[in-house]
C-alpha cells in the first residue's frame, strides 16, 4: 500500500468522523450510501480489475439481507452470526453460479448475471412462506454494540459509524488485495486473458475467486441493511438496482476502488435526491453516465485527478518530474 492510499485512509477516516455532525439531517441517507458503497467495492475488484461485468449483483445483496432476517426472525439467531452466514452463503451460491457464468465472454456474461439476479428477485416475491413476499419481514432484531442496541432510521450516529466502519474495512482490505500478487493477475485478466494464461495465470479461477469475493461485499450490505432498518421487502433488490450498482462503478472510476465509493457517493445522493421522481431518476442516471463516458472516460476521481493537475502545470503551481 503506498503513501497516496495511506493517506487517503486517513482522511476517509476523518470524514467518517466529522460528517454526521455536519449533516445530522442525513443520517438515514448517509447510511445507505454507506450500503451502496460496500457493495460498489466488491464490484469495481470484479469490474475494473478483473474485467467481468455482473449485472445481477443486487442479488447477493437480497441473499445476505434475507439470510440475516430469516434467520433471526426464525430461528432467534444472533445478527452477527446471521451477518456471517449471510456471507457463507453468498460466497457458496457465488461459486456455483461463477464456474459456468464466467467462462462466458462479453454480453453473454451480462446477460447471465442479470438473468441470476432476475431469479434472485422472483424467489423473494414468491417464496411467502419464507420471504414474507412483496409484504417482507418485520421485527427483525437491531444490531448491538458494546452492549448498545443501535438505533433504527438513522436517528443513532453509532449506526452511521458502524457502517461506515464496515465500509473502510472493506476498502482497507480492497486496497491491501490489489497491491498484491492477486492484484496483479486480476488486472493481467483485464489486460487480456490470453497474454494472462500464457505467462501462467490461472484466469478461469482468478475469476471465480473475485466473483466470490465481491458477492461477499455485497451480501455484509446486505445483512447491515436489514438490522439497520429492521425491515425487508423485495423493492431494494431489483434488477434496476444491480444495473445502478453498475453505474456508480463507472461514474467514479472503474480501474480504482477508491472511485467506486465516490461514484456510490456521487449517485447515492443523487438517488436520494430524485427519490419521489419514480420515472425520471432514470433519466438523470443516463445523462450522467453519457456526460461521464464522454468527458470524463476514465471515471470522475481519475478525470478530476487529472484535469487539476493540466490546471496546475498550465498555471506553473506544479511541475511534472523529468528523469534524466
Given at each position: 500500500?503506498?503513501?497516496?492510499?495511506?493517506?487517503?485512509?486517513?482522511?476517509?477516516?476523518?470524514?467518517i468522523?466529522?460528517?454526521p455532525?455536519l449533516?445530522?439531517?442525513?443520517?438515514?441517507?448517509l447510511i445507505?450510501?454507506?450500503?451502496?458503497?460496500?457493495?460498489?467495492?466488491?464490484l469495481s475488484?470484479?469490474m475494473g480489475y478483473?474485467?467481468q461485468i455482473s449485472l445481477g449483483?443486487a442479488?447477493f445483496?437480497?441473499i445476505g439481507a434475507?439470510?440475516?432476517?430469516?434467520?433471526?426472525t426464525?430461528?432467534?439467531w444472533s445478527?452477527?452470526?446471521?451477518?456471517?452466514?449471510g456471507?457463507?452463503?453468498?460466497?457458496?451460491?457465488?461459486?456455483v453460479?461463477?464456474?459456468?457464468s464466467l467462462r462466458?465472454?462479453?454480453?453473454y456474461?451480462?446477460m447471465?448475471t442479470?438473468?441470476?439476479?432476475e431469479i434472485?428477485?422472483?424467489?423473494?416475491?414468491?417464496?411467502?412462506r419464507?420471504?414474507?413476499?412483496?409484504?417482507?419481514?418485520?421485527n427483525?432484531?437491531?444490531?448491538?454494540?458494546f452492549?448498545?442496541?443501535?438505533?433504527?432510521?438513522?436517528t443513532d450516529?453509532?449506526?452511521?459509524y458502524v457502517?461506515?466502519a464496515?465500509?473502510?474495512?472493506?476498502l482497507v482490505?480492497?486496497i491491501?488485495?490489489?497491491?498484491?500478487?492477486?492484484?496483479r493477475a486480476l488486472r493481467?485478466?483485464?489486460?487480456?486473458e490470453i497474454?494472462?494464461n500464457?505467462?501462467?495465470v490461472a484466469?478461469?479461477?482468478?475469476k471465480?475467486?473475485?466473483f466470490?469475493?465481491s458477492a461477499?461485499?455485497?451480501s455484509?450490505?446486505?445483512?447491515?441493511?436489514?438490522h439497520v432498518?429492521?425491515y425487508?421487502n423485495?423493492?431494494?433488490?431489483?434488477v434496476e438496482?444491480?444495473?445502478l450498482?453498475v453505474?456508480?462503478v463507472i461514474v467514479?472510476g472503474m480501474r480504482?476502488?477508491?472511485?467506486?465509493?465516490v461514484?456510490a457517493?456521487?449517485?447515492g445522493?443523487l438517488s436520494?435526491?430524485?427519490a419521489?421522481?419514480e420515472?425520471?431518476r432514470?433519466?438523470?442516471?443516463g445523462v450522467?453516465l453519457l456526460?461521464?463516458?464522454l468527458?470524463?472516460?476514465?471515471?470522475a476521481l481519475?478525470?478530476l485527478?487529472?484535469?487539476c493537475?493540466?490546471i496546475a502545470?498550465?498555471?506553473?503551481?506544479?511541475r511534472p518530474?523529468?528523469?534524466k
Amino acid at each position: 500500500m503506498g503513501w497516496h492510499n495511506r493517506i487517503g485512509l486517513v482522511v476517509f477516516a476523518v470524514a467518517i468522523g466529522i460528517v454526521p455532525w455536519l449533516l445530522p439531517s442525513w443520517y438515514y441517507k448517509l447510511i445507505h450510501i454507506g450500503f451502496y458503497a460496500l457493495i460498489c467495492i466488491g464490484l469495481s475488484l470484479l469490474m475494473g480489475y478483473a474485467g467481468q461485468i455482473s449485472l445481477g449483483h443486487a442479488a447477493f445483496y437480497a441473499i445476505g439481507a434475507y439470510t440475516s432476517a430469516v434467520l433471526c426472525t426464525r430461528l432467534g439467531w444472533s445478527p452477527w452470526v446471521a451477518v456471517w452466514a449471510g456471507v457463507a452463503l453468498s460466497m457458496l451460491i457465488a461459486w456455483v453460479v461463477g464456474i459456468p457464468s464466467l467462462r462466458l465472454h462479453g454480453h453473454y456474461l451480462a446477460m447471465a448475471t442479470l438473468a441470476f439476479g432476475e431469479i434472485v428477485s422472483v424467489v423473494a416475491k414468491a417464496w411467502i412462506r419464507v420471504t414474507g413476499g412483496p409484504s417482507g419481514l418485520g421485527n427483525i432484531p437491531l444490531l448491538s454494540a458494546f452492549g448498545h442496541r443501535l438505533k433504527t432510521y438513522g436517528t443513532d450516529t453509532q449506526t452511521f459509524y458502524v457502517v461506515w466502519a464496515v465500509v473502510l474495512i472493506g476498502l482497507v482490505l480492497a486496497i491491501n488485495l490489489i497491491h498484491s500478487r492477486v492484484g496483479r493477475a486480476l488486472r493481467s485478466i483485464h489486460d487480456g486473458e490470453i497474454p494472462a494464461n500464457v505467462l501462467g495465470v490461472a484466469t478461469a479461477s482468478y475469476k471465480v475467486k473475485v466473483f466470490v469475493l465481491s458477492a461477499a461485499y455485497a451480501s455484509v450490505a446486505g445483512s447491515l441493511y436489514v438490522h439497520v432498518t429492521g425491515y425487508i421487502n423485495p423493492s431494494p433488490f431489483g434488477v434496476e438496482n444491480s444495473i445502478l450498482f453498475v453505474i456508480m462503478v463507472i461514474v467514479g472510476g472503474m480501474r480504482t476502488v477508491w472511485g467506486a465509493v465516490v461514484g456510490a457517493c456521487v449517485m447515492g445522493v443523487l438517488s436520494e435526491l430524485l427519490a419521489d421522481l419514480e420515472t425520471w431518476r432514470f433519466l438523470v442516471y443516463g445523462v450522467v453516465l453519457l456526460l461521464i463516458m464522454l468527458f470524463l472516460p476514465q471515471g470522475a476521481l481519475l478525470g478530476l485527478r487529472d484535469l487539476c493537475v493540466r490546471i496546475a502545470t498550465a498555471t506553473g503551481l506544479w511541475r511534472p518530474r523529468t528523469t534524466k
